[in-house]
């Protein structure tokens, strides 16, 4: 995509983050939002589609928990790629690790906890 800024900052990239748990999704906000990105929040999965539903500009990246209530993060993820096709997406979880292919595309996932070095380098990777 190639939206960062001179100074390294990745300002018009947006980030929508579904996570039930507020703690993991406080840190994620926090250490996407100082990396440079903009963060659209989401309390689980059905919020999230709402989010992006609402969000009239792009959204970038699906950052998403894959156990959540109301709509787990696959699901998510067959609504969100239908309505924005090429969105990049990343699962969290606490015991899965490693890439995944679904909607012909590659997919990571993000084992759960995770430094903020992870997550950023994670989000980075995509943009390269």
Same mark, same amino acid.
């Given at each position: 995509?190639?939206? #960062? +800024?001179?100074?390294?900052?990745?300002? +018009?990239? =947006?980030?929508?983050? $579904?996570? #039930?748990?507020?703690?993991?999704?406080?840190?994620?906000?926090?250490?996407?939002?100082?990396?440079?990105?903009? =963060? %659209?929040?989401?309390?689980?999965?059905?919020? $999230?589609?709402?989010?992006?539903? $609402?969000?009239?500009?792009?959204?970038?990246?699906? %950052?998403? #928990?894959?156990?959540?209530?109301?709509? #787990?993060?696959?699901?998510?993820?067959?609504?969100? =790629?239908?309505?924005?096709?090429?969105?990049?997406?990343? *699962?969290?979880?606490?015991?899965?690790?490693?890439?995944?292919?679904?909607?012909?595309?590659?997919?990571?996932? %993000?084992?759960?906890? *995770?430094?903020?070095?992870?997550?950023?380098?994670?989000?980075?990777?995509? *943009?390269?």
């Amino acid at each position: 995509m190639g939206r #960062d +800024s001179t100074d390294g900052e990745r300002t +018009s990239i =947006v980030v929508l983050l $579904a996570d #039930d748990e507020l703690v993991v999704r406080s840190l994620a906000q926090s250490i996407l939002t100082r990396a440079g990105y903009r =963060v %659209l929040n989401a309390i689980d999965g059905q919020h $999230a589609l709402e989010v992006s539903r $609402a969000h009239p500009g792009p959204i970038d990246v699906l %950052l998403t #928990d894959i156990k959540m209530p109301k709509m #787990d993060g696959v699901e998510l993820s067959n609504h969100i =790629v239908k309505e924005r096709p090429g969105i990049k997406i990343v *699962f969290m979880s606490g015991k899965e690790s490693g890439e995944l292919t679904v909607h012909g595309q590659k997919m990571q996932f %993000l084992r759960k906890p *995770f430094m903020a070095k992870d997550l950023s380098e994670t989000i980075n990777s995509m *943009f390269e």
